[in-house]
């Protein structure tokens, strides 16, 4: 079974440049959520897919952060423009169900400088 | 909301010692609680998880505990190998469909033969 599948791996841009990435998940998986980890830290929740209906975004920065999941298959995180304080991998996971065990991607490394 | 603390953030074992990380979560309504293993530049990976119906559950040389009265949880590693080596993340939610899973900050485990 394929596992999930994320681009870029890394990507390196200016503050207040924009950058966007991509996540395909399992087949078959309903449930996409994307996670942000700061270096020496657990991942932390940005937001929920549940195919493509948001379940949860309360930790999103969305004056800046935006993700979507059109057709319930794939999704793309933006953010625009990015702060030094982005820093971090992100890492994109799916699950069959809500409630399901959560399969990670290999995660973006993302520098802001 | 729910918070998790982890214990301790580094621990360095010789080959064949057993490991121990433990992990206290706030919200008693929490009720799932997984164990993630990731090695340097790889992928969060499920090794154990258990809920809060059991006290305990195995799986070869790795166990986890539950006591849900003191709201902590713990990760035994017995007989460690060099390929133990890896951060660990402990994580909390309630095992209702759409929440969170809340990690701790994570335990750097170094095996060293």
């Known amino acids: 079974e394929a596992g999930v599948a994320q681009s870029p791996r890394y990507k390196i841009i200016e503050k207040r440049q924009s950058v966007a990435f991509w996540c395909n998940p399992i087949?078959?998986?309903?449930?996409l959520y994307w996670y942000q980890q700061i270096l020496g830290q657990g991942p932390k929740l940005l937001i929920q897919f549940q195919n493509n209906g948001v379940v949860d975004d309360s930790q999103l920065p969305k004056d800046r952060f935006s993700a979507e999941r059109l057709k319930g298959v794939d999704s793309t995180l933006k953010i625009q423009p990015a702060k030094l304080e982005d820093s971090a991998v992100y890492l994109c996971?799916?699950?069959?169900?809500?409630?399901?065990?959560?399969?990670f991607g290999p995660g973006t490394r993302l520098t802001v400088l | 909301g729910e918070n998790v603390e982890q214990h301790p953030s580094t621990l360095s074992v010789q080959e064949g010692d057993s490991a121990v990380i433990k992990c206290t979560y706030s919200?008693?309504?929490?009720?799932?609680f997984p164990w993630y293993k990731q090695e340097l530049g790889k992928r969060p990976q499920l090794i154990i998880d258990i809920r809060s119906n059991v006290g305990e559950k195995k799986d070869q040389r790795i166990a986890v505990t539950l006591n849900k009265t003191a709201k902590h949880f713990s990760l035994h590693i017995t007989e460690t190998q060099p390929e133990d080596s890896a951060v660990y993340f402990c994580?909390?939610?309630?095992?209702?469909?759409?929440?969170?899973?809340?990690f701790g900050k994570g335990t750097t485990l170094s095996v060293s033969s």
């Open positions: 087949s078959g998986h309903a449930t």
């Open positions: 994580a909390a939610r309630k095992d209702q469909a759409g929440t969170a899973l809340i």
């Open positions: 919200d008693s309504a929490s009720n799932y």
């Open positions: 996971a799916s699950s069959f169900s809500l409630n399901g065990e959560q399969f």
